[in-house]
């Protein structure tokens, strides 16, 4: 039998929601952690993508036509990215290898208007998670998270609504099983 391993929370590390957590925000929710220290955590919820375009939400924008996410509920009219483009775009902030946050967003309209940018090597949020200090530390013991690795491919899912499950299901067999338990248990 595989030992579980409980992991703390850091940037590049993600949130993932217990299944009987309802919460209409975090329900069934991945968050990728972004920072994490005594001054609180941040981070943004990679599965929930909203029926807005980025084009949608800024107007002064060069055309780029792809989904808003949904980063969580603190300051949703704020817009924050992540992205693969590293050094190549001034300012950003590394998370993990291969994947970064924010940046400069004169210099990345530019890399949008000249085609230096594709679409799936970035996601756009409305918004935050955001925690106090020690908050995300009650509401870990209150089991209302787990905690994992990230992988890019989750940071860049494709499937968005699937995420939730996958990333269960590289947690082990104690989590996967999880991964098939019925959004309402009452209506099974």
Known sequence: MRRVVHLEPRA?????SEPFLLDSYFKRSVILLGEHSTEGTIGFILN???DLTLNDALED???FDVPLYFGGPVQTDTIHFLHTLGEKLEGSKKILPGIYWGGSL???KLMIDTNQVSKKEIRFFAGYSGWEPLQL???LKGRTWLVSNCRKDFAFSQHPEELWGEVLKTMGSQYAILANFPEDPSLN
């Open 48 to 50: 929930k993508p909203t």
């Open 61 to 63: 924008f060069p055309p």
């Open 12 to 16: 590049g590390r993600i949130l993932v």
């Open 137 to 139: 530390d009650n509401e």
């Open 106 to 108: 004169e210099m990345l």
